[in-house]
């Protein structure tokens, strides 16, 4: 056997395993390979960060927006959304969408395939938004980079839609990895935040890929976490109703955010470059002043935390950057908030410590501990992701002592955001049935397998008139189903059951029903048959389902192959063998 041959061969077991449930190893395979690509893009763009840094910051510090000259870091916001708007009005609106929205979105409507010109979008936002001083943080570009990535990995593999969605969590979770040097908060996220489900066959390759993208961004930049607060402590459990409160008036700062974020609407009425000058103006203004609520916001967060911030840029922070991230998403500019939602978090919970220190400096516990919590609440509500939010606090501070009032905090914050401010999730739109498509339960079970999984392969395919000689000889190959072509185009529309046509024979041996041409009419033989429409051997049986309801049909005919006139049909799925899988899996 040639080369080519076994290596083709090879890939085509490969593509099989990973169509079922049994896949596994596999996909631990594609995480590795998804952790590396996704942690070399996300070094890759820290490195063009510093790069672009080199021009006009000191010490080629993207963050270093203090050490500026006033007219020159408020000229900077003017200068990158000219640039971002020019990009921007050259793309038509579906290639604008960017970041995890646009992620979860192509997760959800598009069985994770991602377009590549979104891909640069997104480079070119994130490089921009960054360095020319607009609030942005880098995690919606490392999940969008990463998770594209590996898709397109899947992709060139040819391989079916429910791996390439577990490649999509693999992208996402190295990428929050490789950012925050994070690994359990990344696998946290993409399972609670993209994926919006844990299961086991997702969990491994998840894993493996957050780790491998740790460890590349460690081996680029070294294993030092952003915030180490290892020594700080609650100390008095009576913190712990100032803590509740301050949690509160968190959630409801991170309901407004969402709201403001979500006010697209009210907006759009304004031109695109009016939008675009509203929010370099505002930025440029509140920079001025306060450069601190400009770009990323980690080394202003390293001093919340430190307790080397002033009560004034800490207002301007826990309200500023917060208004203008949202401000920013609202008005058409697709900044990631992640970083700054943190940022505005830490500076809300030390404003919290600050006033409890005053009103109960006895067992007030200090800013800092307000801080860390200030983060994880926000984070939580904003999202509606408190497991990510408690690990991630857990791993950026290194501190486990900081878990328990961290969990009240969280819960806190994120039913006020719910329940009181009426907040799904930044990066969740309810559908009018109550569930995003992701949280459907039918919906998640049937898109982890795809559809060779559950298809019947005994089948034969067949013209509508066949000769007595040629039905018997396609009943010699024991199929389940006949699959006739009665279109012009030949394309197979109609199943009969073999049952139905060999029982049909054995009771008409004469020559009855057989037309002038010496042929049957395979349309005209009594028994079961089902009407058909395509689908691609790579869908998943969410897909299938879906095709089965806006088709009409009683079942689908799988086709393999990409070229025109050279596709073959794989197997027959039914509405009945989906239904059979649904109940078998969940009894």
Same mark, same amino acid.
């Given at each position: 056997?040639?080369?080519?041959?076994?290596?083709?061969?090879?890939?085509?077991?490969?593509?099989?395993?990973?169509?079922?449930?049994?896949?596994?190893?596999?996909?631990?395979?594609?995480?590795?390979?998804?952790?590396?690509?996704?942690?070399?893009?996300?070094?890759?763009?820290?490195?063009?960060?510093?790069?672009?840094?080199?021009? /006009?910051?000191?010490?080629?510090?993207?963050?270093?927006?203090?050490?500026?000259?006033?007219?020159?870091?408020?000229?900077?916001?003017?200068?990158?959304?000219?640039?971002?708007?020019?990009?921007?009005?050259?793309?038509?609106?579906?290639?604008?969408?960017? +970041?995890?929205?646009?992620?979860?979105?192509?997760?959800?409507?598009?069985?994770?395939?991602?377009?590549?010109?979104?891909?640069?979008?997104?480079?070119?936002?994130?490089?921009?938004?960054?360095?020319?001083?607009?609030?942005?943080?880098?995690?919606?570009?490392?999940?969008?980079?990463?998770?594209?990535?590996?898709?397109?990995?899947? %992709?060139?593999?040819?391989?079916?839609?429910?791996?390439?969605?577990?490649?999509?969590?693999?992208?996402?979770? #190295?990428?929050?990895?490789?950012?925050?040097?994070?690994?359990?908060?990344?696998?946290?996220?993409?399972?609670?935040?993209?994926?919006?489900?844990?299961?086991?066959?997702?969990?491994?390759?998840?894993?493996? #890929?957050?780790?491998?993208?740790?460890?590349?961004?460690?081996?680029?930049?070294?294993?030092?976490?952003?915030?180490?607060?290892?020594?700080?402590? !609650?100390?008095?459990? /009576?913190?712990?109703?100032?803590?509740?409160?301050?949690? !509160?008036?968190?959630?409801?700062?991170?309901?407004? /955010?969402?709201?403001?974020?979500?006010?697209?609407?009210?907006?759009?009425?304004?031109?695109?470059?009016?939008?675009?000058?509203?929010?370099?103006?505002?930025?440029?203004?509140?920079?001025?002043?306060?450069? &601190?609520?400009?770009?990323?916001?980690?080394?202003?967060? +390293?001093?919340?935390?430190?307790?080397?911030?002033?009560?004034?840029?800490?207002?301007?922070?826990?309200?500023?950057?917060?208004?203008?991230?949202?401000?920013?998403?609202?008005?058409?500019?697709?900044?990631?908030?992640? $970083?700054?939602?943190?940022?505005?978090?830490?500076?809300?919970?030390?404003?919290?410590?600050?006033?409890?220190?005053?009103?109960?400096?006895?067992?007030?516990?200090?800013?800092?501990?307000?801080?860390?919590?200030?983060?994880?609440?926000?984070? $939580?509500?904003?999202?509606?992701?408190?497991?990510? #939010?408690?690990?991630?606090?857990?791993?950026?501070?290194?501190?486990?002592?900081?878990?328990?009032?961290?969990?009240?905090?969280?819960?806190?914050?994120?039913?006020?955001?719910?329940?009181?401010?009426?907040?799904?999730?930044?990066?969740?739109?309810?559908?009018?049935?109550?569930?995003?498509?992701?949280? &459907?339960?039918?919906?998640?079970?049937?898109?982890?397998?795809?559809?060779?999984?559950?298809?019947?392969?005994?089948?034969?395919?067949?013209?509508?008139?066949?000769?007595?000689? %040629?039905?018997?000889?396609?009943?010699? %190959?024991?199929?389940?189903?006949?699959?006739?072509?009665?279109?012009?185009?030949?394309?197979?529309?109609?199943?009969?059951?073999?049952?139905?046509?060999?029982?049909?024979?054995?009771?008409?041996?004469?020559?009855?029903?057989?037309?002038?041409? +010496?042929?049957?009419?395979?349309?005209?033989?009594?028994?079961?048959?089902?009407?058909?429409?395509?689908?691609? !051997?790579? #869908?998943?049986?969410?897909?299938?389902?879906?095709?089965?309801?806006?088709?009409?049909?009683?079942?689908?005919?799988? &086709?393999?192959?990409?070229?025109?006139?050279?596709?073959?049909?794989?197997?027959?799925?039914?509405?009945?063998?989906?239904?059979?899988?649904?109940?078998?899996?969940?009894?």
């Amino acid at each position: 056997m040639s080369r080519r041959r076994f290596r083709l061969y090879s890939l085509d077991g490969f593509r099989r395993r990973l169509a079922s449930v049994d896949g596994l190893p596999q996909l631990c395979v594609l995480g590795v390979f998804s952790g590396l690509i996704t942690g070399g893009l996300m070094v890759g763009f820290r490195m063009m960060l510093e790069v672009g840094a080199m021009a /006009f910051m000191p010490e080629a510090d993207p963050e270093a927006f203090e050490a500026l000259p006033a007219w020159l870091r408020s000229s900077l916001p003017v200068l990158a959304v000219i640039l971002i708007g020019a990009w921007m009005h050259h793309q038509p609106l579906a290639a604008r969408q960017i +970041g995890v929205s646009h992620v979860i979105e192509r997760l959800t409507y598009h069985q994770g395939r991602f377009p590549l010109r979104n891909w640069f979008t997104q480079w070119w936002v994130g490089l921009i938004s960054v360095l020319g001083g607009l609030s942005a943080g880098r995690e919606g570009p490392a999940i969008h980079l990463g998770a594209a990535a590996s898709s397109g990995l899947g %992709e060139r593999l040819r391989l079916p839609h429910n791996s390439l969605r577990v490649l999509v969590g693999c992208g996402t979770a #190295a990428g929050i990895s490789a950012s925050f040097n994070t690994p359990i908060a990344g696998v946290i996220f993409a399972m609670e935040v993209v994926i919006m489900e844990y299961t086991l066959i997702g969990f491994m390759p998840v894993i493996l #890929a957050s780790t491998i993208g740790a460890l590349v961004a460690q081996v680029a930049y070294g294993s030092v976490r952003p915030f180490q607060m290892s020594g700080v402590e !609650l100390e008095s459990l /009576f913190n712990l109703p100032w803590i509740v409160l301050s949690a !509160l008036v968190i959630g409801l700062m991170a309901g407004g /955010f969402v709201k403001l974020a979500r006010s697209g609407n009210v907006v759009q009425r304004l031109p695109f470059s009016a939008r675009l000058a509203l929010v370099a103006g505002l930025v440029g203004g509140v920079a001025w002043w306060y450069p &601190q609520v400009q770009g990323m916001g980690y080394d202003s967060l +390293g001093q919340i935390l430190n307790g080397a911030m002033t009560l004034d840029v800490l207002i301007a922070l826990a309200i500023g950057k917060l208004v203008l991230t949202a401000l920013a998403v609202a008005c058409g500019i697709p900044v990631s908030i992640i $970083g700054p939602v943190l940022v505005a978090g830490g500076a809300m919970g030390a404003l919290c410590g600050l006033l409890g220190g005053w009103w109960l400096p006895e067992i007030a516990a200090g800013p800092e501990v307000y801080a860390m919590l200030g983060m994880a609440a926000m984070m $939580g509500a904003v999202l509606q992701a408190p497991l990510a #939010a408690l690990m991630a606090l857990l791993e950026l501070t290194h501190n486990p002592g900081m878990i328990l009032p961290g969990m009240l905090a969280v819960v806190v914050a994120g039913l006020t955001s719910r329940q009181l401010c009426g907040c799904d999730g930044f990066f969740v739109s309810v559908t009018r049935h109550g569930l995003h498509p992701l949280q &459907q339960p039918l919906m998640q079970a049937l898109s982890r397998v795809s559809v060779p999984a559950v298809m019947e392969r005994a089948l034969v395919r067949s013209p509508r008139r066949v000769t007595r000689a %040629e039905a018997s000889a396609l009943l010699d %190959e024991r199929p389940e189903w006949v699959v006739i072509e009665r279109s012009r185009d030949d394309k197979p529309t109609l199943a009969l059951k073999a049952a139905s046509l060999a029982r049909w024979m054995l009771e008409h041996d004469n020559d009855d029903n057989i037309g002038k041409d +010496g042929k049957m009419d395979l349309l005209e033989i009594p028994g079961k048959r089902l009407d058909l429409a395509p689908i691609h !051997l790579q #869908a998943t049986l969410s897909e299938a389902f879906d095709r089965l309801n806006t088709k009409h049909v009683d079942a689908l005919y799988v &086709q393999h192959g990409h070229r025109p006139g050279k596709q073959r049909i794989s197997g027959i799925i039914t509405r009945d063998a989906i239904e059979r899988y649904y109940r078998f899996r969940n009894s």
